[in-house]
């Protein structure tokens, strides 16, 4: 027995109670992977759970070590939700583990049909993580939370599908208004460099470039010909700015510019985008929508684009005070 296995069976008689024991008397208890899952289990759930995530702001999830609470936590949950494709890749042993003592684990990618997956360039046959770049495919796995939220709750159904539908409608919206504000950008500007490869669905829904310094995970460094083939690249095409990332560290964005800078071109940085990890708890970028709006209007003011004034929060608080 590895030394998990023997701290899981431990938590485990510790912790594991039947749902049964607690239905009806108490909201169920959601442990989720990302802000971002929390943030829509949240809105689907309503005041029916209590969801809580164990990668705050700023964690960068392919590096994140487990630790003891963390296991705990899983294993104290009525339902825990992942994004898998090896994104929280250093949690998948206590995920298996703990599905094995009959806990209920989600991993939201797997319910996704992998044919609207990218391929990971990286990892031949392997896929991208960063789904929920593409507001369509996040939003296409609300039905799978409403869904499962349900089967363990079944009381709870009929609010789980409304709630699910009304949120579904607002990011349908956040992608209408993504879509307008990228294509404010002038066409030859249309080009995201950023510190590692989040971005791939982005680009593909939205009509923008992608590159990345580093691949679709973190966990291998950029080398020195990863710099200079990104450099020679800004440089041919002229380009105005480059991002760096709220989870990972900017020193090969730095790099790039220095890079740039050396052959005479000069590249600034056109801000910090939410790639793996929302803003501070508490703010509009602490939730999807507004990590969402944030990264799109900072692109369009950096790339000469337009942000609309007041932006998607402002017309969405607008309409909903119904004026
Ligand atoms: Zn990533």
Redesign the pocket.
Known sequence: MTPLNRFLACMLTLTLSPLASSAGETELKIVTTTGMIKDVVQQVAGDRATVTCIMGEGVDP?LYQPTSADVRKVLGADMVFANGLKLEGRMTEVFEKSRTMGNEVVVITDRIDKSTCLESPDYPGEHDP?VWHDVTMWASGISIIVEELSRIDPDGAEIYKENGEAYADRLNALHGYITWVIGTIPREQRVLITA?D?FGYFGRIYGIEVLGVQGI??ESEAGISDINTMVDFIVDRKISAVFIESSVSERNVQALIEGASSRGHEVKVGGMLY??SMGAPGTWEGTYEGMIEHNVNLMAASLGGTVPEGGFRGARTHAAEGS
Do not use: E, G, L, P
């Open positions: 392919h960063h590692h989040a995970t973190t790639s793996d």
